[in-house]
């Protein structure tokens, strides 16, 4: 139990340290994805399954998504708004 | 600010900060040991005072319960910001093609990324449903359950595309899920007010202990939340993914 906590306690920091470290926003994304999945494990390991869960929901798939969509909707290449292409 | 001065600055903060830090590191509570009497306490009563196996869900929905209230607001509040901020924008009209980057190409999408959305998403919203109704019993409720049926019904845009995804998940309908689950969960608080007690007291039988619908008013409160959730999630979704299609003329009206 002891050596499982130690090693996901490094690994959340080994996590956290990723993302922030990552540069290009598209593998940020998946980097804060996979630092919420280990830190879903780190709350289950303490016994915090409700915890685990939300975390689960929220950091590991209503984020990403979230800013998945706003970089591609950023990234696209859409058609003026006004026919006379001012904005 | 050249890196030069910022360098200095953080070395600046280091030297207030770092000692305060050990300091701190020094006299934190040993691994594991807490000296908060609230969770031991809880932990003994609920399943005497509330007949519900989960502590987390009787403080949620019943010892806290008008906490939970005020964050079912405040999701209700989010999401209609959402909506009245990328909506009114965009338009009501659902019918344009997806959006594109421009030079990369369009490919198909493969049958196996098809075939293996049509297997999981409804696994995933049974899953969804399961771990939502069996709140009271064991870790999870109306929070994580909705979620995951949010999520598995956004799971027809990746197997099926937008049109499908559009039919499949019309915003009014979930609009109405958002607002009825927080309706929901006010009214059992109300409910508590006619029989002449306070707010959110838990009026319904208790059940027993360990069965699936223990926890009397907690089962509907825990309902209402699973449906303002699981609403709330897909029209945020919604909302975001719209914001990917091609803009079309009557958009910003």
């Known amino acids: ?17 990723a993302v922030v470290l990552t540069r290009s926003p598209r593998r940020q994304v998946f980097a804060m994805a996979a630092n919420g999945l280990i830190l879903a494990l780190l709350f289950e390991t303490l016994q915090a399954p409700d915890v685990a869960l939300a975390e689960i929901v929220i950091g590991a798939v209503a984020l990403p998504l979230m800013f998945l969509v706003i970089l591609a909707s950023a990234r696209m290449d859409r058609a003026p708004r006004r026919p006379d292409g001012g904005r | ?4 001065a910022r360098l200095l600055t953080f070395l600046f903060a280091c030297a207030g900060l770092g000692p305060a830090v050990v300091v701190l590191i020094l006299h934190l509570p040993r691994f594991g040991a807490h000296a908060l009497p609230y969770g031991d ?6 399943p005497r005072e509330r007949h519900v196996a989960n502590a987390v869900s009787a403080v949620n929905f019943d010892y806290r319960g008008i906490d939970t209230l005020g964050e079912e607001f405040m999701l209700l509040c989010a999401v209609t910001g959402v909506v009245v901020l990328l909506r009114s924008k965009r338009g009501e009209r659902v019918d344009a093609p ?11 999408r493969s049958d196996a990324v098809s075939g293996v959305t049509r297997l999981l998403a409804p696994v995933t919203a049974l899953f969804g449903l399961t771990v939502a109704l069996h709140g009271m019993t064991t870790p999870g409720g109306g929070f994580q359950g909705g979620v995951i049926v949010a999520s598995a019904i956004s799971m027809v845009f990746v197997g099926e595309g937008y049109r499908s995804w559009r039919k499949c998940a019309p915003s009014v309908a979930f609009d109405a899920t958002e607002g009825a689950g927080a309706a929901l969960y006010a009214l059992c608080g109300f409910a508590s007010l006619l029989a002449g007690l306070p707010f959110l007291t838990n009026v319904l039988p208790l059940g027993t202990l360990r069965h699936v619908f223990s926890g009397g008013l907690m089962l509907i409160e825990n309902a209402g939340v699973t449906l303002a959730v699981a609403g709330g999630f897909t029209v945020l979704f919604g909302e975001f993914l719209e914001e990917t299609r ?6 910003e009206s």
């Open chain 1, 1 to 17: 139990m002891r050596i499982l906590m130690t090693l996901l306690l490094l690994l959340a920091a080994a996590g956290g340290t």
């Open chain 2, 1 to 4: 600010m050249n890196a030069r």
């Open chain 2, 41 to 46: 306490l809880i932990n003994d009563s609920a």
């Open chain 2, 98 to 108: 997806a959006g594109r980057v421009e030079g990369r190409s369009l490919r198909p």
């Open chain 2, 246 to 251: 091609v803009e079309t003329r009557d958009d």
